[in-house]
């Protein structure tokens, strides 16, 4: 079967297809769509394709020359903790990246190993999966070099609806205009949302507000559950901190050396001495470590050898954080227990709210930071032999960003602005309301869920302090997550799946690239239902986009031993979010008891027919029955 071919390969193509629109006060439509999606990261991808599925043309406008986000820029290492927990359009791409590796290298190689289940990947092959997802409809059209900036001028909004968006193609710096049915903000930055109006939040809120663990200003040992001196927990405006996510390898056939960028500057990295010497770090680990395992590590350090005790890595693990990919690779993250990686806290605050001109200035600066911090640490002097060895080993993949110099070309937006939605998700939301039990469960789930609560520093190194303001992680348990988050309080065909409506720790656990991928999925169901409904997105019934979502293969609530093949997943999925199957196991063949019949019985008001009898018929049969009538 002959495969259909997406013209938008080049952006010159898509230029002769979609004519540039000069600017003008009022400028020429250049074409309309049914959804219109503000940014080509991983959520728009899979609103888009989404939406494909269920016949509806959308445009993904990307600033970049590249689509994919973070998966295409180096976050190869899959943000999940429960890998079950998130399925449909994600699992989909897990697959396909587990089944490149097969047929490239074979099922027994160690590639194929490293990928760990197609959940980690090099960014080359995050992005091919991506493109090879959307080339497989021809309802998709992708433009490249599509800038949209977040001023009102660039919407026409009529009676509370958008019916136009301009952007600025930056390869003819001309304004084109596009019109759609509904339009969807993919963007890390929420800046779809700011331009229409919709209020968002910044920085933290305080403990006072919501009662969440460590929310607002708070300073925490790594893996410890103590709060540090300087601690306040009060709101401010603080932004976590941004990096970019380097891959890099050992493999001399394949390693570019670090080169030493132009704008050095040491005294940014001096203080890293002493750690790497003293072993210094902010993990509990160094905090609780014994007098005597110190006085010996004086005496090492006088021997020129590197410190001893729990985590006390010699070498580059001090600077990053390291995940294995195949091929020799790894995705290179901030460290978490160090004091100076390649994160940079508080230069990054105005980023959510601030123009292109100085996001780009800014990544230019992170860029040299990072590359400065990895050249420091690879060959200034006062740094001991056997940590600058170490670091030497490593260098940029060659193969990798081949038209960026070998670095990633977008910055890992952590956290921009937060929409104010229907729903505001909380670290609430995602904490077990009984140890070892279930969060609290949102009927109109749109997709279960599962990281800690994850925040990267806001500010930089503060003299006399052992740990960063505002790095924490925090356990949860899977969750579910309302469509509501999505859903402004007023524009009436505008989804944001990415800056979805959320506390700052709320955030913290919706941000990873699994669940945006599914609120993206859930974006493209919930904008196509609204055309086929006619009714605006506060108003769109949430039970067709589930059993759309249910359909496409997505997992609405998060059960250990149900996946979407099995034959009762959909009357698992419409039973669970009833709150009628409490327990992390449905247990689908075993036979039902009498007391859970009494007790679905009296949960639902309908009483069982005979053939359902306790002793005899299996849970499955019991709960597909439930199914078929309680709809």
């Keep these: 079967m002959k495969k259909p071919i997406i013209a938008w390969w080049l952006s010159a193509i898509l230029i002769c297809i979609l004519p540039s629109v000069p600017f003008a006060a009022s400028a020429q439509t250049s074409a309309s769509f049914d959804i219109v999606v503000v940014g080509g990261t991983p959520a728009g991808i899979m609103a888009s394709i989404s939406a494909a599925r269920m016949g509806k043309r959308s445009l993904i406008l990307e600033r970049t020359s590249h689509v994919g986000g973070l998966v295409a820029n180096g976050l190869g290492a899959t943000d999940i903790i429960t890998r079950g927990a998130t399925a449909g359009l994600f699992l989909e791409f897990v697959n396909r990246v587990k089944a490149h590796y097969v047929s490239a290298y074979g099922p027994q190689s160690k590639q194929v190993k490293d990928c760990s289940q197609g959940y980690h990947f090099e960014p080359s092959v995050g992005e091919k999966v991506l493109l090879d997802m959307l080339k ?75 009662n969440e663990p460590y929310a607002g ?60 010497l003293s072993g210094r770090h902010s993990g509990i680990e160094w905090a609780d470590m014994p007098q005597k395992l110190r006085d010996s590590n004086i005496a090492l350090r006088a021997q020129g050898k590197a410190p001893v005790g729990k985590w006390m890595p010699e070498g580059i693990q001090r600077l990053v954080n390291k995940v294995v990919l195949p091929n020799g690779k790894t995705d290179a993250n901030n460290q978490h227990r160090a004091l100076l990686s390649t994160d940079l806290p508080e230069e990054n605050w105005p980023w959510p709210t601030a123009g292109w001109e100085w996001r780009d200035q800014f990544a230019n600066r992170l860029k040299d930071y990072i590359l400065g911090l990895l050249y420091f640490g690879q060959h200034d002097e006062a740094l001991p032999e056997w940590f600058r060895n170490d670091c030497l080993q490593w260098g940029l993949s060659a193969d990798e960003f ?230």
């Design 217 to 276: 200003q708070v300073y925490k040992l790594w893996l410890a559950e103590r709060q540090e001196e300087g601690t306040t927990n009060l709101a401010d405006n603080a932004v976590q901190a941004y990096n970019f996510r380097l891959c890099l390898t050992t493999d001399p056939a394949n390693r570019i050396p670090v080169p030493k960028p132009a704008a050095y500057n040491r005294e940014e990295y001096v203080s890293l001495i002493e750690d790497v």
């Design 402 to 631: 081949k038209d960026n110099g070998n670095f990633p070309r977008q910055a890992y937006v952590r956290e921009g602005r937060r929409m104010k939605g229907l729903y505001l998700f909380k670290a609430a939301d995602a904490l077990p309301l009984i140890n070892g039990g279930r969060p609290p469960l949102h009927t109109s789930s749109i997709t279960g869920s599962h990281y800690d609560i994850d925040s990267h520093a806001t500010r930089k190194r503060e003299k006399g302090k052992n740990v960063l303001d505002g790095f924490l992680s925090y356990p949860t348990m899977p969750y579910t997550v309302p469509f509501e988050v999505m859903v402004p309080p007023v524009i009436s065909n505008l989804l944001a799946p990415v800056p979805a409506s959320a506390t700052h720790l709320g955030f913290a656990t919706l941000r990873m690239e699994p669940c945006w991928m599914a609120l993206g999925q859930a974006a493209g169901i919930a904008a196509s239902t609204v055309i086929l409904s006619g009714k605006p997105v506060q108003k769109v019934p949430v039970t067709t986009i589930q059993d759309e979502l249910i359909r496409q293969g997505a997992v609405l609530i998060y059960y250990k031993d149900i996946n979407p093949a099995h034959p009762s997943f959909k009357a698992v999925q419409k039973i669970g979010l009833k709150g009628w199957l409490p327990d992390w196991t449905v247990r689908p063949d075993e036979k039902v008891k009498r007391t859970e019949l009494d007790e679905w019985q009296k949960l639902s008001g309908l009483k069982f027919p005979k053939h359902i009898q306790a002793n005899q018929s299996t849970r499955s049969e019991a709960i597909q029955w439930l199914f078929s009538k309680a709809q």
């Design 136 to 210: 497989e409809t021809t309802l998709v059209t992708v433009l490249l070099n599509r800038q949209f900036d977040a001023l009102p001028e660039n919407l026409l909004i009529e009676n509370n609806t958008i019916k136009s968006i301009t952007v600025l193609n930056r390869q003819s710096q001309q304004k084109e205009q596009f019109s759609g049915a509904v339009f969807i903000d993919a963007t890390y930055e929420g800046d779809l949302i700011a331009a229409a109006g919709v209020p968002y939040s910044l920085g933290r809120e305080g403990k006072k507000e919501f």
